[in-house]
């Protein structure tokens, strides 16, 4: 019988030619799911709106009894209970927090996975202790390289059975806003959200957000574990690839108008009509945002507002004067590091970071 954990490094299957999406991934997109674009308009986006991924099951805690453990190369372990942490200095951090895998069904081939589109994405304030005075409490060993996470969330992925576990490098972990965090919103986690402690780590990609934290575990070693293994850039089966850690550029236009049922398309009344979204990078500030209104043959600089803080999106808008016809709307950002958004999805066999727009369908009426 083959080793299970020659798996970790094989990527999902990519769907053949034409291949509709199967039962399977049905199931997981009714169990999972993604923000209404429309909620873009708020700042901070409603616990119920905020986009969902689980990877196993949402695990039932006992308050009472759960522990964070803080171990591995440290001098002085900690056992932290709920209320140990609550008791603790804390620190409010607005995060647009994104899956990694938002926008895989548009790819062509298409990954064989949770069928994202374009909503797996929400703007949260997240209340919690920051990691780096857990970590300087447990006391770091010399020469302490990662540190590993664990979540209560247990599994079985392509053969190999499973916590769930992504590790950050020592200097990562030490970052200001990195938090443990205990609420959401002003409020306790909701079970599907981490209940009752989950890490947050601003301008990464959801992955590394580990929810029903339980064990901190700090290592002299690089962690290989197959969480780190699965979220990587590759061309072809067997690469090892680049490993996906931050929120590339992105801009989402809240759709404007009204929808139809089925397809979604938008339709509005000719005249002034204001464009508006929101754009953010896990790299960097958003510096500039265009819009197409045709389809990426042209393209104008939209108003920039001011976001809710350092690693949330912030608000763009531009006033269009509608005329009658079917028009494509598009948007892109570029952030102040140089990045941009593509205008093609950048395709990887994962279904990756693909942070291209794929355009809002809008037809307008004559008046």
């Not at 999972?32 to 674009?37: D, E, G, K, R």
């Not at 986690?189 to 957000?209: E, S």
Request: hydrophobic share 40%; with cysteine; net charge negative.
């Amino acid at each position: 019988m083959p080793d299970p954990l020659s798996r970790i490094s094989e990527p999902g299957r990519v769907a053949d030619a034409g291949e509709a999406i199967s039962a399977d991934e049905l199931l997981l997109a009714s169990r999972n799911h993604a923000m209404p674009l429309e909620a873009l308009r708020y700042d901070v986006t409603p616990v119920g709106l905020h986009y969902l991924l689980v990877h196993y099951d949402i695990p039932l805690v006992d308050e009472t009894s759960w522990r964070l453990r803080v171990g591995g190369a440290v001098r002085d372990p900690l056992v932290l209970s709920l209320e140990d942490l609550r008791a603790m200095p804390s620190r409010t951090v607005p995060v647009t927090l994104e899956c990694a895998g938002n926008g895989r069904a548009a790819m062509t081939p298409r990954p064989v996975s949770q069928p994202w589109l374009s909503g797996a994405v929400g703007t949260a304030e997240w209340t919690g202790v920051p990691l780096a005075q857990l970590l300087r409490d447990a006391d770091l060993a010399p020469g302490a390289l990662e540190v590993v996470f664990t979540g209560s969330d247990h599994g079985v992925e392509r053969g190999v059975e499973q916590d769930y576990q992504r590790a950050l490098t020592v200097a990562d972990a030490m970052a200001d806003d990195v938090l443990v965090a205990v609420e959401m919103n002003g409020a306790p986690l909701p079970p599907q959200h981490g209940f009752p402690a989950r890490l947050v780590v601003p301008g990464w990609y959801g992955m590394a957000h580990v929810k029903w934290l339980k064990d901190v575990t700090v290592v002299h070693r690089r962690f290989e574990g197959f969480q780190h293994a699965a979220y990587r850039l590759r061309q072809e089966a067997g690469e090892r690839g680049v490993a996906v850690t931050r929120i590339e550029p992105r801009a989402l236009l809240a759709p404007p108008g009204f929808p139809d049922f089925m397809t979604r398309r938008r339709v509005l009344r000719a005249g002034e009509v204001l464009l508006e979204g929101r754009a953010w990078s896990g790299w960097g500030e958003v510096v500039r945002v265009e819009v197409s209104m045709d389809d990426g043959l042209t393209w104008q600089d939209a108003s920039l507002r001011r976001g809710p803080g350092r690693w949330a999106w912030r608000g763009f808008d531009l006033l269009w004067q509608a005329c009658p016809g079917d028009w494509t709307v598009r948007v892109r950002a570029h952030d102040e590091t140089g990045r941009r958004q593509p205008d093609a999805p950048p395709w990887n066999r994962g279904g990756f970071a693909n942070n291209a727009d794929p355009g809002v369908p809008v037809t307008v009426l004559a008046d």
